[in-house]
């Protein structure tokens, strides 16, 4: 029998952030019947090797939430590679509905702060690996201070003793998005990364900073990730999901090809 | 052709229809077991907890019913899991239909996290369900009990140690990862069996 080394791959994620069903961000991509259409985006990014997706519903209102609903639908219907969904997630139900839609996992943020006893029910119910808990926190003096609503209310949760106490109650995953290093795109908060895969038994998925192919090397070698998300580079096209996994490959990281 | 997917609380049973959809196939989703017995394919998936599955199973006649099929059945995840013997999860006798044990992975360093999660490639394959073509090829898994190398192991996948990523044996073929969500390489696998 064949001698099988350590062969999990790290974990390449665009993220696409919807608006009453479209997609918000700019997109840039040529030979694209519709930018806008989250259904088409995410299968493109599919083909070119993305290994999971993660829809954002950014929309607020209800009627917003049915659209997302129905999008969930629709997504699972027409892409065969596990996606993930956040927000709008409150209770229990929420995840029940997005779940049933199809969704492989969910991504809570705001309310695992207002309620964590959430991320134990969602874990208890559906099981831990549906379960990411979102954290953004940003980089003030020596601390990693949480952030509630997008990265626009502060709150008194660090980021390592909240990602620990995540673990325990049952998240499946860590997504740490830098507030500091999102949208500057010099890079991942890799020491942050490295502390926190270090410290917690889950999988950290890193977020905010991509700019370069580098910066996903770095995430993965100096920031130990099991997995990296980004946008505009993708949306825009600064960075093809292809050639950036044959770059890797090429950096001796294990990657899907 | 008739296919059917065993209809319980499992959460993938969706993510299954859809795939075969895909496929051009609509598969007729029932617990019941007439309508079961009439399908030439049957597709038993499974998301969800061992112990909690099997007294359901066993709650609607369906444990023994399964044992007794005679068509291509493709177990997934869960549903190959509860197609062997005895699961650590919940400590639970299962269908016993391939002998081996089900076991909770126990990490040896710090990076080998549970669950395995993500993508991870099959090695060793064999049976018309795994052609050649497959080996090295990467397939979805999210999972924290594995079946350890066994008779009916007809793929192998390296976390931790090797384990039994795919396993046959007579008409019942079975897997652990999902080629509901494993891409167009999951869609080969769905496709061998829909042909079987």
């Not at chain 1, 390592?160 to 500091?180: H, K």
């Not at chain 2, 190398?149 to 996948?157: D, N, Q, Y």
């Amino acid at each position: 029998m064949k001698n099988e080394e350590f062969s999990l791959a790290k974990r390449i994620i665009p993220c696409l952030d919807i608006k009453d069903g479209k997609t918000v961000k700019g997109v840039n991509f040529v030979n694209f019947r519709d930018a806008g259409d989250p259904v088409e985006l995410g299968a493109a990014y599919s083909r070119a090797g993305a290994d999971e997706l993660v829809y954002l519903d950014i929309t607020a209102s209800h009627e917003g939430r049915k659209t997302f609903t129905e999008l969930v639908r629709q997504v699972a219907a027409h892409i065969s590679i596990p996606f993930t969904v956040g927000g709008g997630i409150h209770e229990l139900q929420d995840v029940d509905r997005l779940l049933n839609a199809g969704a492989d996992k969910v991504s809570i943020n705001s309310a695992a702060i207002r309620n964590p006893k959430l991320i134990d029910e969602i874990a208890g119910h559906f099981g831990s690996q549906v379960c990411v808990v979102a954290i953004d926190a940003n980089q003030e003096n020596e601390d990693w201070i949480c952030y509630l609503n997008g990265g626009r209310i502060p709150t008194d949760k660090q980021l390592f003793s909240w990602a620990r106490e995540a673990a325990d109650r049952g998240a499946g995953e860590i997504l740490f998005t830098s507030m500091t290093h999102d949208g500057v795109k010099t890079g991942y908060a890799n020491e942050a990364l490295a502390r926190l895969s270090d410290e917690l038994p889950i999988p950290i998925i890193a977020s905010g900073g991509a700019g370069q192919m580098e910066h996903f090397r770095d995430a993965f070698v100096q920031g130990k990730a099991d997995a990296a998300l980004a946008a505009s580079v993708f949306h825009f096209g600064e960075i093809k999901i292809d050639e950036l996994k044959l770059y890797l490959q090429r950096e001796g990281i294990n990657v899907r090809l | 052709m008739d296919v059917a997917i065993i209809k319980y609380n499992a959460g993938n049973i969706r993510s299954v229809d859809y795939a075969l959809r895909r496929l051009g196939v609509t598969p007729l989703i029932t617990a019941d077991k007439k309508m079961l017995s009439k399908a030439d394919k049957i597709i038993f998936p499974g998301v969800g907890e061992a112990f909690t599955t099997m007294r359901f199973l066993h709650e609607e006649g369906l444990a023994d019913f399964i044992r007794g099929l005679r068509q291509p059945v493709l177990g997934i995840c869960l549903g190959m899991q509860l197609m062997c013997r005895h699961s650590e999860e919940g400590d639970v006798d299962c269908l016993g239909i391939f002998d081996a044990d089900v076991r909770r992975f126990v990490p040896q360093k710090h990076e080998e996290k549970v669950p395995h999660m993500g993508w991870n490639t099959l090695n060793n394959v064999k049976s018309p369900l795994l052609d050649a073509s497959l080996e090295g090829q990467f397939v979805y898994f999210v999972h924290s009990y594995y079946v350890p190398v066994c008779e009916h192991t007809i793929a192998t996948t390296g976390y931790i140690h090797p384990f039994s990523a795919a396993l046959q044996k007579d008409n019942f073929f079975a897997t652990q990862f999902h080629p509901e969500k494993s891409g167009s390489v999951g869609e080969r696998i769905l496709q061998h069996f829909l042909t079987l």
